[in-house]
């Protein structure tokens, strides 16, 4: 299987080097900059374990380069999905499997749901570029649980966490998802074939759509945020907007805040990627965290006072700082 990774940050970088060590596919990857000039003297690099696993890695700057693959897989970050999507097309073809590994609501989400109607969301792909450029029967919805940070350019450190949930769209299964589910398997990810993958992305955004944005803002790590009776009950009562969204849409969530405040409890506390991207002076993934939520809540005629004030916050926070477009 040739297989294409776009993207060789924290995520795409840590997929690449456990799918390179594997050695059970043709593996290249696209990146630019500082990332691809280190990719291209060290290889892969991810720091597990205590230990540095190093492997060889093909990488290019532009898709001609590399020709039409089986599998690709786009790992960037929302903001950056444009430009991913504008060079995508030699990397296409008839039968490739596009995988979107990326935070959030993805581009396709909305497809097939009749309560969202036809046109792409806004929030997410404005134009519709990407619904334009990659066809939904190539899609293959995926969510990813694990938690990893570039320490330098072409350097995954990989901190807890290896799941992947990978699913059609349309629901069910399929023997192509089964395929790219043993690819991943084979790799050493616990990964798990969703015969409702669009519920999956909609719990994991039910979970961080709130924790990420504040956290940003405030500096805080997840305890602190929770320690926080105030700022724990303004979360909780933006969930509780979400779930309401999340039933109009299919994707009911049964756990109550507070259930779900417990898990991440458990989880111990750490900086979110928001945080994270903040501090090292990256673009924020607000449009597909929160900006999307409220985007489909208006599409379905939910009220979300709370997920728009967090929204026009951290928009304006970010905003003072150059990581999201000004209006």
Same mark, same amino acid.
């Given at each position: ?6 993207g060789a940050?924290a995520?795409g970088?840590?997929l ?8 059970a596919?043709?593996?290249s990857?696209?990146?630019r ?8 003297e060290?290889?892969w690099?991810l ?24 599998? *690709?897989? @786009?790992?960037?970050k ?18 490739t499997i *596009?995988?979107?590994?990326m ?15 036809d ?5 997410v792909?404005?134009?519709g570029?990407a619904?334009? %450029? @990659? ?6 919805g ?6 990893t940070a ?15 949930? @990978? /699913? +059609?769209?349309?629901g069910? +299964? ?5 395929? *790219?589910?043993? =690819? ?7 990964? &798990?074939?969703s015969? !409702? *993958? ?7 955004l039910?979970g961080?759509? &709130?924790i990420?944005?504040v ?5 805080a790590? &997840?305890?602190?945020l ?7 009950n303004?979360c ?7 779930a309401?969204?999340g +039933? ?11 259930e !779900? ?5 458990? =989880?111990?506390?750490?900086k979110?990627?928001m ?13 597909? @965290?929160?900006?999307?939520v409220? +985007? ?23 905003r003072?700082? /150059?990581?999201y477009? %000004?209006?």
């Amino acid at each position: 299987m040739k297989v294409c990774i776009i993207g060789a940050g924290a995520i795409g970088g840590f997929l690449g080097a456990r799918l390179a060590a594997a050695g059970a596919c043709e593996l290249s990857t696209l990146a630019r900059g500082a990332t691809l000039a280190a990719l291209r003297e060290h290889g892969w690099r991810l720091q597990q374990n205590g230990a540095l696993l190093q492997v060889p890695a093909r990488a290019a700057e532009r898709a001609a380069e590399l020709g039409p693959q089986d599998l *690709v897989v @786009i790992a960037v970050k929302g903001p950056a999905l444009a430009s991913v999507v504008a060079d995508i097309a030699p990397l296409l073809g008839p039968q490739t499997i *596009v995988l979107p590994a990326m935070n959030g609501v993805p581009w396709w989400f909305g497809s097939g749901v009749a309560a969202l109607g036809d046109a792409p969301l806004d929030s997410v792909d404005p134009g519709g570029r990407a619904a334009a %450029a @990659i066809p939904l029967a190539a899609v293959l919805g995926c969510v990813v649980h694990a938690s990893t940070a570039t320490t330098e350019p072409g350097v995954v450190a990989h901190k807890m966490g290896q799941g992947l949930i @990978i /699913g +059609e769209p349309a629901g069910g +299964e399929s023997a192509r998802a089964q395929a *790219v589910c043993e =690819l991943f398997r084979h790799a050493g990810f616990d990964v &798990t074939l969703s015969p !409702r *993958v669009r519920y999956d992305i909609w719990y994991k955004l039910w979970g961080n759509m &709130t924790i990420n944005p504040v956290s940003a803002m405030t500096g805080a790590t &997840t305890d602190r945020l929770q320690d926080d009776e105030l700022v724990r009950n303004f979360c909780s009562a933006a969930m509780r907007e979400a779930a309401v969204v999340g +039933e109009r849409i299919g994707c009911a969530v049964l756990q109550t805040p507070e259930e !779900r405040h417990l898990v991440t409890r458990k =989880l111990g506390g750490f900086k979110t990627s928001m945080l994270q991207d903040v501090e090292a002076g990256r673009a924020i993934e607000l449009d597909s @965290i929160v900006g999307a939520v409220r +985007e489909i809540g208006q599409r379905v005629g939910v009220a979300t006072p709370n997920i728009d004030a967090l929204f026009g916050l951290a928009r304006l926070f970010a905003r003072g700082r /150059g990581l999201y477009p %000004a209006a």
